[in-house]
């Protein structure tokens, strides 16, 4: 069955980094692409970045130019490098297989002083 496994979440100080990670398994990984969600209590869950197979990347406006999604197709893994957080920024991440209901657990981000 499919899996998608998210790690790299914890607390973090305004201004600091955080690398998220997520190993896929029982899907053909290099043909599908692949996105990080988040939500923050109270708030729908949205669209952080995504990632095609060809590696063509979209990023929320929120996080244009502090975020980088990056895949590693050989390790089935995809990526979101985080800098410059801000506490708005704090929310569970969710990795998924775009487009369908493969969803990883979550893992939380909090950024705070």
């Known amino acids: 069955q499919v899996q998608l496994v998210e790690s790299g979440g914890g607390l973090v100080q305004p201004g600091g980094s955080l690398r998220l990670s997520c190993a896929a398994s029982?899907?053909?990984?290099?043909?599908?692409?692949m996105a990080w969600y988040r939500q923050a209590p109270g708030n729908e869950r949205e669209l952080v970045a995504s990632i095609t197979r060809f590696a063509s990347t979209n990023y929320a406006d929120s996080v244009k130019g502090r975020f980088t999604i990056s895949r590693d197709n050989a390790k089935n893994t995809v990526s979101l490098q985080m800098d410059s957080l801000k506490p708005e920024d704090t929310a569970v991440y969710y990795c998924?297989?775009?487009?369908?209901?493969?969803w990883g657990q979550g893992t939380q981000v909090t950024v705070s002083s």
């Open positions: 029982g899907i053909i990984f290099s043909r599908n692409a």
């Open positions: 998924r297989v775009q487009w369908t209901d493969y």
